[in-house]
C-alpha cells in the first residue's frame, strides 16, 4: 500500500514537472503566437501606399493568391514616404513588423510576417524573423525555419522587403 502511494505521487509530481516545462517544449512557436497576436488586427498600422485596397500580386510572388495588401506597424511605418511607399536605403529598426495578408475570391487567407528582432532564436543574419500564420491562428511557415526559402528571393529588395520593386 505504500508502495503505490509512493508510485502515486511520484506520477503526480512527474505530470506536475511536465506542464511546468512546456512552455520551454514548445518555445519554437513563441514567437509565431506573438506574431499571430501582434499582427493579426490592423489597429495603427499604415497600408502601402497609404491604401486598404488589397492588389493584385507581383509577377515573381512566391504566394499563390491572387490579391494582397500590406501594412506597416508604427515602428516600421516612420519608413515610408509620403506615397506610402518604402523609403531608399531603409534598415528597418527593432520591432519593425510589417504584414502582407493574402486574399482568394477576397476571403484573407494568410498573415504573412516580416518582424526586425535581432537575437530573437528566430531571426536570420539580419535579425528578419519570417512567417505565416492563417487567420485561424494556424501556422502555415514557422519562424523556427528562419526564412528558409523566403530569403533568397527577398534579397533583391530594400532591406529584403519587395513592395517597392514589385509594386512601384
Ligand atoms: C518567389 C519569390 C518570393 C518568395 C519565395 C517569398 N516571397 Fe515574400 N514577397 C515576394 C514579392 C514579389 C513580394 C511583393 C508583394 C507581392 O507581390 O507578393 C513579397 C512580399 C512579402 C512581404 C511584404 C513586405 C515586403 O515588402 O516584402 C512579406 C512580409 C513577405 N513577402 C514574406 C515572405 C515570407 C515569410 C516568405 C517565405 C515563407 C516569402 N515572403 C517568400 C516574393 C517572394
Redesign the pocket.
Known amino acids: 500500500m505504500k508502495k503505490m502511494l509512493f508510485v502515486l505521487m511520484l506520477s503526480l509530481f512527474a505530470a506536475g514537472c511536465k506542464e511546468e516545462d512546456s512552455p520551454t517544449e514548445t518555445g519554437q512557436t513563441d514567437t509565431d503566437s506573438q506574431l499571430y497576436l501582434l499582427g493579426k488586427s490592423s489597429t495603427g498600422f499604415v497600408f502601402y501606399k497609404n491604401t486598404s485596397d488589397t492588389i493584385s ?2 509577377g ?4 499563390p493568391d491572387a490579391k ?1 495588401r ?1 501594412r506597416y506597424n508604427s515602428i516600421a511605418a516612420k519608413y515610408l514616404d509620403g506615397a506610402g511607399k ?1 523609403k531608399a536605403g531603409t534598415i528597418f529598426p527593432d520591432s519593425s513588423l ?3 495578408e493574402l486574399y482568394t475570391n477576397n476571403a484573407l487567407t494568410t498573415y ?3 518582424f526586425k528582432r535581432t537575437g530573437d532564436k528566430n531571426a536570420d543574419a539580419n535579425g528578419w524573423v ?3 500564420i492563417s487567420p485561424t491562428g494556424s501556422i502555415l ?1 514557422s519562424a523556427s525555419k528562419k ?1 528558409a ?2 530569403i ?3 534579397a533583391i ?1 530594400i532591406d ?5 520593386d ?2 512601384p
Open positions: 500580386k507581383g515573381n510572388s512566391g504566394h494582397l500590406t518604402v510589417i504584414v502582407k504573412v510576417f516580416l519570417w512567417a505565416e511557415y526564412g526559402g523566403c533568397g528571393c527577398h529588395g529584403y522587403t519587395r513592395m517597392n514589385a509594386h
